[in-house]
Structures are given as structure tokens and as C-alpha cells.
């Protein structure tokens, strides 16, 4: 509540009040176990980390070399649009890709939150919508609050695989403010790769209904069963398609901050670039080093991929030992979505964390609610990274089952 | 406009459309004279670039060692705050700046471009409006575009040395949305360094009428005449003040993207939090650089500063051999905003650019309109941004001088 205007010397003591958009930003649901976490390690308990994104995979030699290489002596503001030596690098890469895409179809941002940002502000005014599949990356919801649009969701399920709903269940949601559809793929937090078919379906309705794609493609190289598909790819779409971006998963440099916007729409590329001439440019040490990285040829994926492929085969494998257990081997990203033989995700998470342990171990997960939108959905899931050795993940889905019998064992 | 939805085989004809906001994102006036520079170049025309803040300062060899020194395998996301090393360094910097400032004041921000977009996102609605004074930073105009929210400027002039308007005037343009004032001290682009009688008179203001005040002061070392005081200095305003920083220019490292603000305010703290978990982090390796330069001593400033008083005094000098300048020489940050004998600062510009040269040379300023938000206001003017070494800087006064001879004698 805003105060009235002070008129007598108590004006001091009225307060100030921030706005109902800053009210209404969400707590990160993954971040908000942590203090529970300290708390644990300050027992001596170790914990297996499930619950974060963030790869132990080495940021390639390459990257590190030419940061430590660069030898200006003035760390100076790059094009706004990304270095040119930079976005020639990501043409390339894409070409490599099969994807027809030049370095004035990018524009580089800040992570590819930048990327999720921008392409919400340009495409949607306050107050518009988004569709997007739930369970959905959890921070497309602070984006939103920020851009000051609606996302709606459509439901998935465990059961399916995550796979899209029905294309008349989609168009049944779209009103006359929608203005796009926002997908992940491969998904966080699933690890599905949607169908040609279901791609397809995506394009029909775009086209139908006059709406803009949105792809998030961050796990592209992510795949481990049947085959990606890029947005970019899609036919017809060039003035619908956005694609979102990022070097973080790819080339595991999740604190570089480097990500980008691919768009053929000559409108969304320009005001993106008019959003990146007022931040000025990302940042300048970080796309030296992300340029390195796409001259790496896709052995370096490969190497990296079988080895994720590796450790979603131990984490499935140990969830299948959990009886109850639903969800589905999924093809891509390094996360399962599973629905535990649980009551309350959220419960069961702190209580991995404040009560449980085996030989002083513990594991940290993600509740599924944070991936929701709609209140009441995912409360029997979590989502899990496999983001660790398969050694610590063998142990960690050992404690997980053993959680999970503890858990139920009390009552709870 | 919006195409109806299709419903024959046409739907790919029906061209999808930005939104309004995306098409009323300014292009940067600052950047817009680039393809006229780059045509002069190709023209083997030498440019002196007083149109932009990007100094010539070498970046501190301490900043670079941290981050060549840099020894973790794995580039991973950072606490989304800031780092704790970081914080614990700026807290340390500020308090030796006379400032009770404690890390958890501060959230660091991916340049000061985020820290004013996270301002205007938390303490206004979509519609809301804050004051500014013009001349302003040209980019708060991207900025207010991107929160959806309105600027209200308030004229200050050439004459006065750019000080600020009577609190009357001030008080005049406040409404019932009007939710803060936005100000820069020591000012871009007028070098401008404010009183303390000013301060005091914006305390009042905001304390009387229940606004929030935001202080941009990364140029809080560029002094030369006068003393600066801080927002986060001012009596009664914990609830109110919010400072926005920027190692940018303070220590030449411009490209790192590295910023934070500032405020004692729990709600604007932790409103600022989400929207920083939402994106993640700021670049880990610039803070880890960042955080080596903040333990410089203040000699390092002393030499800096030196230097670019020298510089200012070259630029002032210079103007006032050209009959008819207005200009007051100004206290602070390293640029000036002189209001020149000619009929308008965009043509001549493009003038120096197209049609001038002597003996191969040139000079490219940021004409006055650009950092105005009033159509018609600066037409005369041009901003001087000093970050180029003396020799140079006498030079492209000489040249700017006959290139204003030249121009008023073709009679434009």
C-alpha cells in the first residue's frame, strides 16, 4: 500500500512500499532447501546433490586457454549485438547443425535468461500470455513476473512421458491474448524430446492462430534416445520461430553468463538488439572463451554425452528398485522427472535433510511443485540432475530408496 | 496490429506482429552515427571518439591476475546475490568510502544496467512513473521501455551548470503514480556534481511526498572539483534510498558487466534477489576479477583522476576558445555537455562525420538530443565524453573548432 502525500513532520514514519509486480516475484523452489542443506553439512552429514543443474563436467581446456590468452590491457563493451568474431562462431556451430542461421539472424545475451527475457518483452505487452507445458523450468515464472505477462499452463504427466497434450486441448487454452507457445526441448525439468509429430503439431497451431514459437534448446546435445529436432528447422515458421540459447550445459560454463536469441523475424531482431543496446553488450572475457569452445568439434559432445547417457541409466535403474515408482527413460537434457511412492515432495525433501541419513549420507532433490504452476500438480514428484560420477550416483539412488522406505515407514 | 485468426490455407501469409512495447524500444542515439564513422574510416579518415564512455584506462593488472589465476576446473553459477567473497569486498570498499553498508545490502548485478532495470521493475507497476532530470544517461529511456513504465523529466540547463530545478518545480510533476526520482551524481553526461543543499532538497521531496530516491553513482571516483556525498549518506532514508554501482568505468572494465545495488530496505532487497535467482547469477570470473581490484588502495584512484583532470581541463580549455560555447566546467565522472554556436548538434554530427576533415582528421561527439526525453530539447548541444589521452584530446579540440568554423560557413 502506497502512503499519502506526508504533510506534517511525521513524514518519516510512513513506508515505503514496493510494487505489486515486486510482491509477486517468486522464491527460486529450488534454492529455498538450502539453509535446510547447511544445516545438514553442519552436522557432517554429506549430501548428493540431485537438485541443481550444475554439471561437474569440466569446462573445456579451450575455453580456459583463450581467457587466459586474451591480452588486451582494456576489458572494453563489446557490440551489443555480441562480438563478430563470436556470432560468426555460433553461425558456423549452427550450420554444423543443419540449421540455415547467419550471424545477423543472433543476437548474443546474457545467459539465456537474457534470451527468455527479451523474447517475452518484445513479443508480449503487460498483461499478455504465454502457453507453456507444465512441468516447466522453474524460472520461466520470475521472467514472467518481470515482463509482466501470464504464463498458462498445459498439463503433462508422469504417465505420458511428458509427451504434449492434444492439439484441441492446446487450442482450447489459447485466447485472444495469447501471443505464443514456449517449450523446452529436450526439457527441463522431464528430459523428454518431443516428437516430429508433436513439433509439428506446435507449428499447426502457431500458423492457425497467429502466435509466435518460442524453443528453448539449451540441452540440444543432450540426447541419448531417438532425435532432436531444432525449431529452427520447423518450415514456414521464419517469422514465428525464436529460438533461446545458451553455452552453459553445452560446454558446462553455467557461471560465463553467455547465451543467445536466434530469430529470422527482422522486427523481434531488431528491438532484441535495441534491449541489448541498453544494457550495453554481454559480457566481453566470456564470449572469448565461449568462441574457443564452439571450435571444438562434436567429438568433445560425444565424449560428454556418453557419459551422461551412463549415469540417466544408473538413476533410472535405481528408480526402477523403488516400487511405485512412475516415469518414463527419458531420451534427453540430464534430468528425470519421477513420481516417487510419496505423499508430499516437498515434506519428503526436508525430510531427507533434517531426519534422514545412512552411514551420514543424505540426498538433496527438487520437489515437483516448483515446477507447477497450476497449485496441487507434481506433489508426489521430484525432479532429479544427474549431474554427478556415476559412482556418487549408484550411492546416491541407494539413500534415495532407503529415503523413500524411512519416509513412508514414519507415517508421514 | 494483430492478424485475425486463420482459418483457410493462407494462415502463412498472416504476418505475426511485436508488441508495442518491443517497437517503442529507442535505438541507442549514441550508436546510430556508427555506419557514418565506419564509411569515414573506409574513407582513411582518422576519428577521435569523444562519443562514447569507453576509456582508454588500462584495466587494473590486479583484475587480470585474479582471473588468469583462476584455478577451478568447472565455470560454475554463482550465488545469486553475488558472490560472498565479492560482497565482503564491497561492503569493505564502501565502508571506507564512509558508508555503513554490510554484504547483505547488496546484490550484485550483471553490469549497472540490470541493477536500474531491477530498481524500476520492483518499485514500480507497468504505468508508473519516476522522475528524472535532462540531461539524462540516454539508456534509462531502453530501460523504462523494457519495466513498462514512464520517465518524467525535468529540464535542467546549460547555463545553471545542469544543477538541478526548485523543489517547486519538482514537486509540480509529481502525481499519484509518480513512485520515485531517478538521478545521477556525478552526472552522465554533464559531469555535474550535486550539493548538498540539492541532496538535502530530494530528501525532503521524497520523505514529503513517499517516494523512493535512486542515486546512480558509478561515477562516485571522478571528482575534480567539490566533494561527493552518497545517497546511502542521506539521514532517514533506509526505507527510500537505492544506489546504483558499476565497476564500469571505476575500474575500466567495461566489458565485464559486473554491477550491484545498494539499499536498506528488506523488501527492495529481496524482490532484487528473485528476479537475481530468477537469471541465475552474474558472470563468476569478472566478479573473481572484480574482487582483486577493490582491494587496490585509493592511490590507484589518485592516479586515475589525475589524469583525468588533466584531461577535462584540455576539453574545457578547448571549448572556450570556440566564440559562443555555454558551458560550466564540470566537477565530476569524464564528460562534458557544451552547448555550441551551431543550429544542430545531429547534423553537425553527421557533418564531422561526412563532409569535414583537416589533414585526415576528425572528431565524432554524441549530439545533445539523444540524452533528452522533451522533443526539441539539446539541439545544440553535444556531449564530450574526455577518455582519450591529452596530446589527442588537444588535437580534437582544434578540430572541433574548425569544424564549427567549418560548418557555419557552408551556412547550415
Redesign the interface.
Known sequence: M?????TDDN??K??????????A????PI?KLIPLAEQAKARGIKIYHLN?G??????PPE?WAA??NYSN??????N?QGMADYLKKLSHYYHRRGLDIDPDNIIVT??G??AI?FAM??????G?ELLVFEPFYT?Y???AV?A?IKLVPLITRAEDGFHLPSESAIEKVITART?GILYCNPNNPTGTIYTDLELEMLRRIV??????LLADEVYREFVYEGKHKSIMSLE?LS??AIMLDSISKRF??????VGNLVTR?R??YQ?SL??G??????????QV?AAAAYDLDDSYFMKTIDEYRRRRDVVYKGLMQIPGTVCINPGGAFYIMAKLPINDAEKFASFLLTEFQLNGKTVMIAPGPGFYATPGLGQKECRIAYVLNTDDLKDAMLLLKAGVDAYNSKGK
Open positions: 502506497r502512503g499519502a502525500v506526508g513524514i518519516q510512513t513506508a515505503v512500499s514496493i510494487s505489486a509486480r515486486g510482491k516475484l517468486p522464491a527460486s534454492r541443481i550444475q554439471p561437474d563436467i569440466e569446462t575455453f581467457v587466459k590491457k582494456v576489458l572494453a563493451y563489446g551489443s546474457t545467459g535468461s537474457e527475457i518483452t518484445i513479443i508480449c505487452e503487460p499478455d524460472n515464472n520470475g521472467f518481470q509482466g501471443r500458423l492457425k492462430h497467429d502466435l509466435f514456414g517469422d514465428r558446462s560454463a553455467c557461471g560465463a553468463r523475424n522486427d523481434v528491438a535495441y534491449l543496446q541498453a544494457r550495453l553488450c554481454s559480457p566481453t572475457l566470456e572463451g
